[in-house]
């Protein structure tokens, strides 16, 4: 018996399984197929066409292209493709993490770091991180608002964002590298550290 099934295991499959198997391995690999040829125009040198073609990814509902755009998007060396891009990325509420530099030779008094503390982390006495939590988009005040607290909370503006932490507001300008750069400025009060503190905010990151 067991000779018997060892033999029929090494016979050749019926002709159905067969097909069904080619069926499985082009229905794998047509979707790579096409996933690169997008690539290919996302990345290619003709400009309107990328950007066509990353609009209709962003609203196809996929989370895949989507996912592909916005990464292209984000990098992008056109202006336009990555204000749109991070529109789109806005547009998805999520929460960013901000890491801070403080711009001053020499020692920072403890106002700066009252405020990483009161707001995120502090790494080191010139350093720390925060997050940015942007909430849903008010269509009557034309900004972002908070998950907790009314108002606008963030603005978007082509590629520049500004943001409202910690009773101050924040300006950054996103690059080809998927980063948001910039900076936040905060009076303590007049005897202590007012700013401005640089910013690096990843955005790439966040796109799982």
Same mark, same amino acid.
């Given at each position: 018996?067991?000779?018997?099934?060892?033999?029929?295991?090494?016979?050749?499959? &019926?002709?159905?399984? =067969?097909?069904?198997?080619?069926?499985?391995l082009?229905?794998?690999?047509? +979707?790579?197929?096409?996933?690169? $040829?997008?690539?290919?125009?996302?990345?290619? +040198?003709?400009?309107?066409?990328?950007?066509?073609?990353?609009?209709?990814m962003?609203?196809?509902?996929?989370?895949?292209?989507?996912?592909?755009?916005?990464?292209?998007?984000?990098?992008?060396?056109?202006?336009?493709?990555?204000? #749109?891009?991070?529109?789109?990325?806005?547009?998805? =509420? +999520?929460?960013?993490?901000?890491?801070?530099?403080?711009?001053?030779?020499?020692?920072?008094?403890?106002?700066?770091? =009252?405020?990483?503390?009161?707001?995120?982390?502090l790494?080191?006495?010139?350093?720390?991180?925060? +997050?940015? #939590?942007?909430? &849903?988009?008010l269509? @009557?005040?034309?900004?972002?608002?908070?998950?907790?607290?009314?108002?606008?909370?963030s603005?978007?503006?082509?590629?520049?964002?500004?943001?409202?932490?910690?009773?101050?507001?924040?300006?950054?300008?996103?690059?080809?590298?998927?980063?948001?750069?910039?900076?936040?400025?905060?009076?303590? @009060?007049?005897?202590?550290?007012?700013?401005?503190?640089?910013?690096?905010?990843?955005?790439?990151g $966040?796109? $799982?």
């Amino acid at each position: 018996m067991i000779r018997a099934l060892a033999f029929a295991a090494l016979m050749p499959l &019926p002709a159905v399984a =067969q097909s069904t198997a080619a069926d499985i391995l082009s229905a794998i690999e047509a +979707p790579t197929s096409e996933l690169e $040829q997008l690539m290919e125009v996302l990345g290619g +040198p003709n400009e309107e066409k990328a950007l066509t073609a990353m609009r209709l990814m962003l609203k196809s509902g996929d989370a895949t292209m989507e996912r592909m755009a916005l990464r292209a998007g984000l990098t992008s060396t056109s202006g336009v493709a990555r204000g #749109v891009a991070l529109d789109a990325f806005m547009n998805t =509420q +999520p929460t960013l993490m901000a890491f801070a530099t403080a711009d001053t030779e020499g020692e920072v008094n403890v106002g700066f770091e =009252q405020w990483i503390d009161a707001n995120g982390s502090l790494s080191s006495a010139k350093t720390g991180s925060f +997050p940015i #939590v942007v909430g &849903p988009y008010l269509d @009557d005040e034309n900004c972002f608002g908070s998950t907790t607290l009314r108002g606008c909370h963030s603005r978007l503006g082509g590629t520049e964002f500004s943001f409202y932490v910690g009773s101050a507001w924040g300006t950054a300008r996103l690059n080809d590298e998927g980063e948001l750069i910039g900076s936040i400025s905060h009076r303590f @009060d007049a005897n202590r550290f007012t700013g401005p503190v640089s910013l690096k905010i990843p955005l790439l990151g $966040q796109l $799982q």
